[in-house]
Nanobody
Framework: QVQLVESGGGLVQAGGSLRLTCVVS????????MGWFRQAPGKERDFVAV????????YYADSVKGRFTISRDNAKNTVYLQMNSLKPEDTALYYC???????????????WGQGTQVTVSS
């Protein structure tokens, strides 16, 4: 059974930083792409970032480019999202997901975590 468990969310002031962590179990981590998505109340789930299987290639939503960094450690079955210069509009429930391509569509991901809340105060 594949499981994804996120952690690292919290309350932070605008301009601050957080690092989200997602630990994956259940299948060969290095064989799959890993993505981060977010969903604010009343809104659709939006793509944030994705990293290739080796970690050498990344892709970001325009709204987070230059502020967020996705990375992975295949030895630890873990993917990270370093979030800097946070803004109130970054407030959302953040999900990690595992998929089979460098995709930005939620439907292209097979497995999802339960989410971790990020709240940015102004």
């Amino acid at each position: 059974q594949v499981q994804l468990v996120e952690s690292g969310g919290g309350l932070v002031q605008a301009g601050g930083s957080l690092r989200l962590t997602c630990v994956v179990s259940g299948r060969t981590f290095s064989s799959y792409y890993m993505g981060w998505f977010r969903q604010a109340p009343g809104k659709e789930r939006d793509f944030v970032a994705v990293v290739s299987r080796s970690g050498s290639t990344t892709y970001y939503a325009d709204s987070v480019k230059g502020r967020f960094t996705i990375s992975r450690d295949n030895a630890k079955n873990t993917v990270y999202l370093q979030m800097n210069s946070l803004k109130p509009e970054d407030t959302a429930l953040y999900y990690c997901a595992q998929g089979r391509s460098m995709a930005a569509r939620a439907n292209d991901y097979d497995y999802w975590g339960q989410g971790t809340q990020v709240t940015v105060s102004s």
